[in-house]
Each structure stands twice: as C-alpha cells, then as structure tokens.
C-alpha cells in the first residue's frame, strides 16, 4: 500500500524474509515501476524468532585492542553469490559516547541488492546490509545526553567520521576529509572487519550519528526516510 510493504516473519525457518524483499525488488525493477517510490520494510525483531545462526562472523582485530562485544543475529552474505542467510556477528558493548538500539524496522533499499551482489565492485564480505534503520534505545554510555533507554531512535546511512576537519565542524561529515564511516560495507575503525548494517537485531552507534525520533510517528513508516526520504525531498 502506497508503494511500501512490511515483511512479516514466516514460522518455518526455510524461506527468508529478505529473499523475499530481494525478488520483490527485481521483479518491481523488471516491471518499469519507479524504483524510488518503492521501499519495504524489514522487522528484524519479529523475523528472528525460531531463526538459530548458521555462520558466526567474528573481528580480526586483536581483543586487547577493542572493546568488549556481543553476539547480535543478523541477516548477510558471505559472497557476491551466496544466499542472504542468517549469521552471528558481532557489535560492540557500548563506550562512553554510544547508544545501543534494539532494531524494530530497516528499510530495505535497493543499494541494499546492489551491494550484496558486489554489482558496484566494492562490496565487503561478509556484507550485512541495512542503512534505513528505527529502533528502541536499550543502553547509553556514560557520556550520552541526549537519549536514554527506551526512547525511539533511528540511524542512517553513516555512523562515524573524524569529527576534526572542516567539513565534519560545518555539521557536513559526508565530507569528511579522512572518509566519514557508512553503516554498512566500509571498514570498522573500532572493531575491525566490515560495519555491518540494519538487517540485524541491534547497532551500537555514536550519539552524534543517532536520531531522536518522536513517539507520535509510525517506526515502520519512519524507517524509508532515512534513506529515500530524504534523497528524495526538495
């Protein structure tokens, strides 16, 4: 309805939701419909019960090094043409400036399909994608003064940059002259491996790349305007 679907969970554990998404998105795209005015919508928190992980990603960086983490499911691939399946991977506990977010809804954007079959050549395996992300705050760091548990927050395409140049004081970090961290497909700075996206139960993200989203908005409508939304308003 008006162009978006919400993807409900199945009780059997042998078809995916997001393969589901996946077809959608290339049958719309075969028909000739606008590929902008079409989004879904993935509920990770219903998807995932009766769903055990079949693959465990863990970070190459040494664990002197790194904060500690947890296991977080979530939904990826391993290569340009391996099945989107489920696996385990890791986000971290939170520092002194992160927000952790249980994930009710990520959009699902059609940059999403082209990143998981590597057709930009620059896909990072595995690849969880997700960047259309709306959730419930579960955790604050100690430093945190904006959100506190239990408040709607939301998270897009970035979740990091180096916060010193001129481009990231200005408030336009997708400048950033060091290379601003997207939520997905880039190298981690703090774990190591890849950022993984929004197709997973939660995220840790700094304060300053979260979003306080008011309680009188719909989260399953909200989550599209993370992404498309916002590339597309004038």
């Given at each position: 309805r008006n162009g978006r679907a919400t993807l409900a969970a199945r009780s059997d554990s042998s078809t995916s939701p997001l393969l589901h998404a996946v077809d959608l998105l290339?049958?719309?795209?075969?028909?000739?419909?606008?590929?902008?005015?079409?989004?879904?919508?993935?509920s990770p928190s219903a998807q995932f019960n009766g769903f055990m992980?079949?693959?465990?990603?863990s970070s190459p960086t040494p664990s002197s090094?790194?904060?500690?983490?947890?296991?977080?499911?979530?939904?990826?691939?391993?290569?340009?043409?391996?099945?989107?399946?489920?696996?385990?991977?890791?986000?971290?506990?939170?520092?002194?400036?992160d927000v952790v977010i249980d994930i009710l809804y990520c959009g699902v954007c059609h940059s999403d399909l082209?990143?998981?079959?590597?057709?930009?050549?620059?896909?990072?395996y595995p690849i969880v994608p997700g960047h259309e992300i709306v959730g419930r705050v579960t955790k604050v760091g100690p430093d945190v003064t904006k959100f506190r548990e239990g408040d709607l927050a939301a998270v897009g395409c970035m979740v990091d940059s180096c916060q010193h140049c001129a481009p990231c004081k200005a408030g336009l970090e997708q400048y950033c002259e060091k290379g601003n961290?997207?939520?997905?497909?880039?190298?981690?700075?703090i774990l190591g491996?890849?950022?993984?996206?929004?197709?997973?139960?939660?995220?840790?993200?700094?304060?300053?790349?979260?979003?306080?989203?008011?309680?009188?908005?719909?989260?399953?409508?909200?989550?599209?305007?993370?992404?498309?939304?916002?590339?597309?308003?004038?």
């Open positions: 290339r049958r719309n795209a075969a028909s000739g419909k606008s590929k902008a005015a079409f989004g879904l919508v993935l992980s079949d693959t465990v990603i090094s790194r904060p500690a983490v947890r296991q977080a499911r979530a939904w990826g691939a391993t290569s340009a043409t391996s099945p989107v399946a489920s696996m385990s991977i890791e986000r971290r506990e939170p520092l002194a400036d082209h990143q998981v079959r590597n057709e930009w050549q620059n896909s990072i961290i997207q939520t997905y497909n880039v190298p981690d700075p491996g890849p950022t993984f996206g929004g197709y997973s139960e939660s995220i840790t993200v700094k304060e300053s790349f979260t979003l306080k989203v008011p309680e009188s908005l719909d989260p399953a409508a909200t989550a599209p305007l993370l992404c498309a939304g916002i590339t597309t308003y004038s």
